[in-house]
Nanobody, 122 residues
Framework: QVQLMESGGGSVQVGGSLTLSCKVSGGTIMTYSMAWFRQAPGKAREGVAC??????RYADAVKGRFTISKDNAKSSLFLQMNSLIPEDTAMYYC?????????????????WGHGTQVTVSS
């Protein structure tokens, strides 16, 4: 059974940085695509970044500030977040898609973690 567990969330001030981690157990991430999504209160869940065999993609709102990476040997996914702004405040989720190509649509991902909270204050 594939399980995903996020960590690394917290509270930071505007301009600060955080690195989120997602540990995958019960399955590989080597040949599959992975992604980070986020959901703010009262808003729909949105794709933040994904990484797959065809490279990585980012939402326009985070381009140039966030970097997604993964360590296949450790079955771990990461999201380095810099220059954080209050609009980045949300619950962040990692997800795995059983396909090679990465997409930023939540409907394409079969496995999800429970999320880690990121709060950015001014």
């Amino acid at each position: 059974q594939v399980q995903l567990m996020e960590s690394g969330g917290g509270s930071v001030q505007v301009g600060g940085s955080l690195t989120l981690s997602c540990k995958v157990s019960g399955g590989t991430i080597m040949t599959y695509s992975m992604a980070w999504f986020r959901q703010a209160p009262g808003k729909a869940r949105e794709g933040v970044a994904c990484i797959g065999g065809d490279g990585s993609r980012y939402a326009d709102a985070v381009k140039g500030r966030f970097t997604i990476s993964k360590d296949n040997a450790k079955s771990s996914l990461f999201l380095q977040m810099n220059s954080l702004i209050p609009e980045d405040t949300a619950m962040y989720y990692c997800a795995r898609r059983s396909q090679y190509r990465c997409l930023l649509s939540e409907y394409e991902y079969e496995y999800w973690g429970h999320g880690t909270q990121v709060t950015v204050s001014s």
